[in-house]
């Protein structure tokens, strides 16, 4: 079975840091390219980065961009998610997914990803 878990949610102040992960059972990650994206109340969801297969690409949305750094763990079969200098904006449920092997052109639509998991609360709050 296929299946993405998400961790390393919580509160943070603004300033702070975080790490999100990404686990997979029933696939090997490092074939595929992983996204992050996240969805605010009352928004869409929204791209965050794309690592694709043998990190042949890694690409950024420009409001994490120097902030974020995505990385993987093959040998643990999972991705991080890096989150320093956290704002009050960065507030979302954030979500990994699998595509295809490479990020797409246009890696940010959600519609594109296959599979996702069930998601992690970031709070960046005072």
């Known amino acids: 079975q296929l299946k993405l878990v998400e961790s390393g949610g919580g509160l943070a102040q603004p300033g702070g840091s975080l790490r999100l992960s990404c686990a997979a059972s029933?696939?090997?990650?490092?074939?595929?390219?992983i996204g992050w994206f996240r969805q605010a109340p009352g928004k869409e969801r929204e791209g965050v980065s794309c690592?694709?297969?043998?990190?042949?690409?890694?690409t950024y949305a420009n409001s994490v961009k120097d902030r974020f750094t995505v990385s993987r763990d093959n040998a643990k079969n999972m991705v991080y998610l890096e989150m320093n200098s956290l704002k009050s904006e960065d507030t979302a449920i954030y979500y990994c997914a699998i595509e295809g092997g490479f990020c797409p052109p246009i890696w940010d639509v959600a519609n594109d990803y296959s599979y996702w998991g069930q998601g992690t609360q970031v709070t960046v709050s005072s």
């Open positions: 690592i694709a297969a043998n990190n042949a690409t890694i």
């Open positions: 029933g696939i090997a990650l490092d074939y595929f390219a």
